[in-house]
C-alpha cells in the first residue's frame, strides 16, 4: 500500500454522506494518505454512492467512468448504499477494484491492504453489523470552518414501503450522548459557530432513555456553541418538547425540514407513513404560531403508484396553503426490494414532469414570499470565510435563508446583526447595523 498514497473522494447523494466521506478522509489520513490536489492524479478514488433512486444509480455510474478515465491506473473503490444494495452490478462496472458496504467502508485503510496481491477480480465487502454504539469519529479540517456536521444517528427503523435506506443502512443506532458533547466542545474550540446534528433519520434518537429533545439541551447546558441547527426530522417526531426547545432557545436555529411526501391521506397509507395530512398540516401551522419567522422546509413526492390527479390536487392544495417555504420535490422511483415496487398504477412520464413542475413553481412563489416579509427585519447571519463573486460577505440566517450584505472581513466566522433591505429569488440582501 506504499505506492497508494494519494487520494481524491467523490460523493453522491445527501449531506449525510458528506459527512460520512469526511469521516473516511480522516480514517485514510491517520494512515498515512494525503488528499490529491485539484487535477493531480489520484492513487485511490473513493466514489462514496447513493441509490435513493435511478438517477442517483446513473450518477454513480457516471462517477465510476469519470474516476477511471481521470486516473489511469488508479485503484477506484465504490462504497456506500449501491455497494451496499448491488454489489455484483458494482463489481461489474469496468476499472472498479473494491467494493465496499455502509459498515465496511469505514475500514477502508484495512480494506486496501487487503487489495494488495488480490488477483480475484473486484473485492468485495459489504455487510456486517453496526455496533450497538454508533461511534464518534474525529472531524478534521476544522480550520475556517463556520459550521460543522456530526453524526449522532444513523439507519432506521421505519417501514416506508418506497425506501431503499432501511435495507441499505439497517437499524436505528445513536451516538452516546457524552461523545457527542466532547465532539461538539472540541467544535466550538476549534472556532465553528455552528454544529449540525444529523442522521438519517434524527428523531429516532434515542440512547438509555435520552431522546432528541434530552440530548439537545445537553448540549446547551455543557457547551457554548453559539448555534445548534437540525437536519431533516420526521413529522411524527416533531414533539412539543422539541418545539418548546427551538420556541424557548435562540441558540437553536429556527428550521425544521419535515418530509410531507404527500398531502394525500391514500398515498400517505400507501406509503406507509405514519401520519395523515391532518396531522401534518397540523404540525406545520403550529410551528409558524408558536416559532415566528421559523423557516420550515419538506420533501414531497410526485408519482407514487396510485396517485390520480385527485390526490395530486389534495397534496399541492395542502401544501399551497401551508406555512412551509421552500419544497424538494423529486418523482417516485421504483426501488427494488421495496413493497411499492410491485405497485402498480405510476403516472405517465409527461404527467409526472407536469405535477413535479407545479410543485417547483410553488416552491420558488413561496420562498419569495417569505423572503419578502424579512424585508425590514433584522436577522443574525452566520458569516462564511469567503466573499461572493461581488465581493460582499455572505452567509445564512437562522431560518435558513442566504444572505448578503457589505461588510469588513473582520465579520467572518461571526453571527452578525443584519437588516433585510430586499429579498430575490437567490436569497436575502442586506446591511450590517452593528
Known amino acids: 500500500?506504499?505506492?497508494?498514497?494519494?487520494?481524491?473522494?467523490?460523493?453522491?447523494?445527501?449531506?449525510?454522506?458528506?459527512?460520512?466521506?469526511?469521516?473516511?478522509?480522516?480514517?485514510?489520513?491517520?494512515?498515512?494518505?494525503t488528499a490529491a490536489d485539484e487535477g493531480e492524479r489520484a492513487d485511490v478514488v473513493v466514489i462514496n454512492t447513493c441509490t435513493v433512486t435511478g438517477k442517483s444509480d446513473a450518477r454513480c455510474r457516471a462517477a465510476i467512468r469519470k474516476a477511471r478515465a481521470d486516473n489511469p491506473g488508479a485503484k477506484v473503490v465504490v462504497a456506500g448504499c449501491l455497494s451496499e444494495m448491488y454489489p455484483e452490478k458494482v463489481a461489474a462496472e469496468e476499472g472498479v477494484n473494491l467494493v465496499l458496504g455502509n459498515v465496511s467502508k469505514f475500514e477502508l485503510s484495512s480494506a486496501l491492504k487487503k487489495l494488495e496481491g488480490w488477483k480475484n477480480g473486484p473485492l468485495v465487502i459489504?455487510?456486517?453489523?453496526?455496533?450497538?454504539?454508533?461511534?464518534?469519529?474525529?472531524?478534521?479540517?476544522?480550520?475556517?470552518?463556520t459550521n460543522a456536521?456530526?453524526?449522532?444517528?444513523?439507519?432506521?427503523g421505519e417501514v416506508c414501503s418506497f425506501c431503499v435506506v432501511r435495507i441499505s443502512r439497517g437499524a436505528s443506532v445513536c451516538a452516546e450522548p457524552g461523545a457527542i458533547v466532547n465532539q461538539v466542545r472540541a467544535m466550538a474550540g476549534a472556532g465553528v459557530r455552528e454544529v449540525v446534528l444529523t442522521?438519517?433519520?434524527l428523531?429516532?434518537?434515542?440512547?438509555?432513555?435520552?431522546?432528541?429533545?434530552?440530548?439537545i439541551r445537553k448540549i446547551l447546558n455543557k457547551t457554548d456553541v453559539e448555534r445548534i441547527r437540525l437536519s431533516?426530522?420526521?413529522?411524527?417526531?416533531?414533539s412539543d418538547e422539541l418545539v418548546g426547545l427551538i420556541a424557548g432557545s435562540a441558540r437553536i436555529c429556527?428550521?425544521?425540514?419535515?418530509?410531507?411526501?404527500?398531502?394525500?391521506?391514500?398515498?400517505?397509507?400507501?406509503?406507509?407513513?405514519?401520519?395523515?395530512?391532518?396531522?401534518?398540516?397540523?404540525?406545520?401551522?403550529?410551528?409558524?404560531?408558536?416559532?415566528?419567522?421559523?423557516?420550515?422546509?419538506?420533501?414531497?413526492?410526485?408519482g407514487f403508484p396510485g396517485e390520480t390527479e385527485t390526490e395530486f390536487t389534495e397534496t399541492f392544495d395542502l401544501l399551497n396553503r401551508s406555512p412551509l417555504m421552500m419544497l424538494h420535490v423529486f418523482t417516485y422511483s421504483p426501488r427494488k426490494g421495496t413493497d411499492a415496487f410491485e405497485?402498480?398504477?405510476?403516472?405517465?412520464?409527461?404527467?409526472?414532469?407536469?405535477?413535479?413542475?407545479?410543485?417547483?413553481?410553488?416552491?420558488?412563489?413561496k420562498r419569495a414570499q417569505a423572503g419578502e416579509k424579512m424585508a425590514g427585519q433584522t436577522l443574525y447571519v452566520l458569516v462564511e470565510n469567503t466573499r461572493t463573486a461581488r465581493g460582499q460577505l455572505k452567509g445564512f440566517t437562522d431560518n435558513y435563508f442566504p444572505t448578503v450584505f457589505d461588510g469588513p472581513d473582520s465579520l467572518m466566522n461571526t453571527i452578525a446583526p443584519v437588516k433585510i433591505l430586499s429579498a430575490s429569488a437567490t436569497g436575502l440582501s442586506g446591511e450590517f447595523i452593528g
Open 1 to 33: 500500500m506504499k505506492s497508494m498514497r494519494k487520494v481524491s473522494f467523490e460523493t453522491l447523494g445527501c449531506r449525510f454522506n458528506q459527512f460520512e466521506t469526511a469521516e473516511m478522509a480522516y480514517e485514510l489520513s491517520q494512515a498515512g494518505f
Open 126 to 145: 459489504t455487510g456486517g453489523e453496526q455496533s450497538g454504539v454508533l461511534p464518534v469519529r474525529p472531524v478534521t479540517n476544522l480550520a475556517g470552518r
Open 149 to 156: 456536521y456530526i453524526k449522532i444517528q444513523t439507519g432506521c
Open 199 to 201: 442522521g438519517i433519520n
Open 203 to 215: 428523531g429516532q434518537y434515542l440512547f438509555d432513555g435520552l431522546s432528541l429533545p434530552g440530548l
Open 232 to 238: 431533516s426530522v420526521n413529522p411524527q417526531h416533531v
Open 254 to 302: 429556527r428550521h425544521l425540514h419535515i418530509p410531507a411526501q404527500s398531502g394525500s391521506a391514500k398515498v400517505l397509507t400507501l406509503m406507509r407513513r405514519p401520519y395523515s395530512p391532518e396531522f401534518y398540516e397540523g404540525l406545520v401551522n403550529n410551528l409558524a404560531r408558536n416559532i415566528p419567522g421559523i423557516g420550515i422546509g419538506a420533501d414531497v413526492m410526485v
Open 343 to 365: 405497485m402498480s398504477g405510476r403516472p405517465v412520464k409527461d404527467e409526472l414532469k407536469r405535477r413535479a413542475g407545479l410543485l417547483k413553481a410553488l416552491s420558488a412563489e
